[in-house]
């Protein structure tokens, strides 16, 4: 499996607003989308339904508003991990930007298929952009982006100063 490195750029200044304003209506778009998918699922002639296996349009396009993402807290940094399946790093920017971490990709497929007298024209076209606050004391000169089989990782390491200073805090029996 290879591994590749992605560089991460460090910038003064946003250019446009937050993206973090337009989640909830991602939300409420996705929740839309999956009762339609939903709906749509029952009314279908079957000769669409099982000629192709696809994704419902919507469906690829809820995927890409918003990937999973997990964060991890270690001793030594925090580690992002974003799901971004058929991704390359070409596709994939990852900044530090006014103490935010900012990860975008986005991605362009096209695909055609011929059976018989039937033919399947898709074009799938995606952008994602994930904003996170940049935690107190990290480093943000040693921030490294990985991909690998899919999955992005982001490692923001801590610095000597934050990694000697945190406690371990015992929890008694009341």
Not at 40 to 56: A, H, K, M, N, V
């Given at each position: 499996?290879?591994?590749?490195?992605?560089?991460?750029?460090?910038?003064?200044?946003?250019?446009?607003?937050?993206?973090?304003?337009?989640?909830?209506?991602?939300?409420?778009?996705?929740?839309?989308?999956?009762?339609?998918?939903?709906?749509?699922?029952?009314?279908?002639?079957?000769?669409?339904?099982?000629?192709?296996?696809?994704?419902?349009?919507?469906?690829?396009?809820?995927?890409?508003?918003?990937?999973?993402?997990?964060?991890?807290?270690?001793?030594?940094?925090?580690?992002?991990?974003?799901?971004?399946?058929?991704?390359?790093?070409?596709?994939?920017?990852?900044?530090?930007?006014?103490?935010?971490?900012?990860?975008?990709?986005?991605?362009?497929?096209?695909?055609?298929?011929?059976?018989?007298?039937?033919?399947?024209?898709?074009?799938?076209?995606?952008?994602?952009?994930?904003?996170?606050?940049?935690?107190?004391?990290?480093?943000?000169?040693?921030?490294e982006a990985t991909l690998e089989a899919g999955v992005l990782t982001v490692l923001?390491?801590?610095?000597?100063?934050?990694?000697?200073?945190?406690?371990?805090?015992?929890?008694?029996?009341?």
């Amino acid at each position: 499996m290879t591994v590749t490195k992605l560089p991460v750029t460090k910038e003064a200044k946003l250019s446009r607003p937050e993206p973090a304003t337009w989640h909830p209506l991602l939300s409420l778009q996705r929740e839309i989308n999956q009762i339609f998918d939903q709906f749509d699922r029952g009314w279908r002639p079957f000769s669409q339904r099982f000629l192709y296996d696809t994704e419902p349009s919507s469906r690829v396009y809820a995927m890409w508003s918003s990937p999973a993402v997990d964060i991890v807290d270690t001793e030594k940094a925090y580690e992002i991990t974003v799901e971004v399946p058929g991704m390359t790093p070409e596709n994939l920017e990852v900044k530090a930007v006014n103490g935010r971490l900012v990860i975008k990709g986005e991605k362009k497929e096209s695909k055609q298929e011929k059976r018989g007298d039937t033919e399947l024209s898709e074009r799938c076209y995606g952008a994602f952009e994930r904003s996170f606050q940049l935690p107190e004391g990290v480093d943000s000169g040693k921030i490294e982006a990985t991909l690998e089989a899919g999955v992005l990782t982001v490692l923001l390491p801590k610095s000597i100063e934050v990694q000697k200073s945190a406690k371990k805090i015992e929890v008694k029996a009341a």
